[in-house]
């Protein structure tokens, strides 16, 4: 058939038939779709016939000519679905209001939220498929709008009061669900991630005041706590609220609420609010500090990734750099780090979530650590070449004054050898490093005395060189 024909057999149909006939026709359509949506097969190919032709006088009733195409452009597609829309459209959406509106009170009445979100959920992927199948695209957005409106947003309300008890159920799947549903809604959000907050923040203090009399003086149970809390809801957020930054933020502003402030912080009383910075410096000591069962390096890092997770929460960031800095300064003189590399780590870490000026003391004592054991090795050597035998193998740090903690001045008479080989040193430094002054802090020196009155066995003491220990450092 013609194009002209087609047009002339569309008007004949128009005027002829479908004005007289089209509530009819409508209503058939209508009826067929709500037989469908109870369950009874229907055959949707007459509703798809009939929806097409719809378009199609559309389509005929604003088709351009020649001539206005070239002078206004195209027709608006949207005027084309005219007939579509006044005669279809406009009441099959309301009349899948009514229908759904009426479903989801009937339901509702003796069915839980957990089961109705499942049908709501069945409901949605029916109707897009209806839409797809035989219904024109365009009515795609309108429909979900609709569908949302009736089944969800008019529920929201009841969402949220079930919220809470499938947090506290831990209904991870449901809770899914319910987000899924709530997102394609205006504000859907809103109070679950204020309920969400509020939620975790109870679970938080809740987990502490269970520990409060030994976390108090145990910095591994008091962060392992911390942790537990936060891993089981960071999980709930990525898996069921796939991360959305409002429930992320959720998270954050509880985790913040129960971490600076709870039972044990308060147990502190006039040092509350830096608690939770000096237990976390010392459960950084205790990790990386020498001990008879040592994680494996991977475990080690995923233990020091744990502990910038903490560290994000503390309000009182500087706290923690002060108890960290001397901690790390003792096990760097005493050597009693595990891991240099691990060490090296964490700073890191702190680095990037603080900038460089915050770990910039840090960052300073490594580097004068490998510079005095560098510097050790170039002392030995002069003595080798110079032929000096001082009697007595010492261990030399020197330390950058400003960067490290403040140690208190120790004044001693030390045995003569002792005494002789760090005025050997001192002469060696100078020579290098000439208009600088050594300040030597023995109150942080230690010393091995050597106990031979145990026979057969013998034993090393380490002492540190204060008034009582240092006459039993007899160097001979």
């Known amino acids: 058939m013609s194009h002209s024909w087609l047009q002339l057999a569309l008007m004949m149909w128009r005027q002829s038939l479908f004005m007289e006939l089209k509530d009819y026709v409508t209503d058939a359509l209508l009826d067929l779709i709500q037989r469908e949506r109870d369950g009874i097969k229907i055959s949707t190919t007459i509703i798809k016939g009939v929806i097409e032709s719809y378009v199609d006088l559309g389509i005929d009733e604003y088709e351009p000519s020649a001539q206005s195409t070239a002078i206004t452009g195209n027709a608006n597609s949207r005027d084309k679905l005219r007939v579509y829309r006044e005669h279809f459209e406009d009441r099959f959406i309301k009349k899948t209001e009514e229908y759904y509106s009426a479903e989801a009170s009937n339901f509702l009445q003796n069915g839980s939220v957990v089961e109705y979100m499942k049908k709501v959920e069945k409901r949605l992927d029916e109707e897009q498929n209806r839409c797809g199948n035989y219904i024109n695209e365009a009515t795609q957005i309108p429909l979900a709008k609709a569908l949302e409106k009736v089944l969800i947003q008019s529920r929201l309300e009841l969402f ?12 991870d799947e449901d809770l899914a669900r319910m987000y899924k549903l709530c997102e394609r809604v205006d504000r859907g959000l809103d109070e679950l991630r204020i309920a ?37 809801y960071s999980k709930l957020v990525g898996e069921a609220f796939v991360n959305e930054p409002g429930f992320l933020q959720s998270l954050d502003k509880a985790a913040t609420n129960f971490i600076n402030k709870n039972s044990v912080t308060l147990k502190a009383e006039k040092h509350a609010a830096s608690k939770s910075s000096e237990l976390l410096a010392r459960h950084c000591d205790g990790l990386l500090r020498k001990s008879a069962k040592l994680p494996e390096e991977e475990e ?5 990734d744990d502990v910038m997770i903490v560290f994000k929460y503390i309000e009182d960031k500087d706290v923690f750099s002060k108890h960290y800095t001397k901690m790390f300064s003792k096990r760097l003189i005493y050597d009693q780090s595990a891991s240099e590399d691990a060490e090296v780590s ?5 680095k990037q979530n603080c900038g460089f000026e915050y770990t910039s003391k840090l960052t300073k004592m490594i580097t004068d650590m490998q510079l005095s054991k560098d510097l050790c090795g170039k002392f030995r050597s002069h003595c080798s070449d110079t032929g000096k035998d001082l009697g007595v193998d010492v261990n030399i740090l020197v330390l ?4 490290w903690p403040t140690m208190p001045p120790l004044q001693v008479q030390l045995p003569e050898k002792l005494n002789g080989c760090l005025e050997e040193f001192k002469a060696f430094y100078n020579q290098k490093h000439n208009g600088r002054k050594l300040n030597w802090i023995l109150s942080q020196s230690r010393g091995e005395v ?21 006459h039993n450092l007899k160097v001979s």
């Open 450 to 470: 050597a106990a031979n009155c145990f026979k057969p066995k013998k034993y090393l003491f380490t002492v540190s060189f204060d008034k009582k220990n240092i």
């Open 400 to 403: 950058t004054s400003g960067t």
């Open 346 to 350: 964490l700073i890191n870490k702190l």
């Open 300 to 304: 080690l890092e995923k233990m020091l």
């Open 196 to 232: 969400l907050e509020r939620h975790i923040a109870k679970e938080g203090h809740a987990e502490i005041d269970k520990v409060t009399e030994q976390a108090f003086n145990d910095p591994k149970l008091y962060v392992s706590t911390i942790l537990y809390v936060h891993q089981r």
């Open 160 to 171: 949220q009061n079930e919220f809470g008890g499938l947090l506290e159920q831990h209904k």
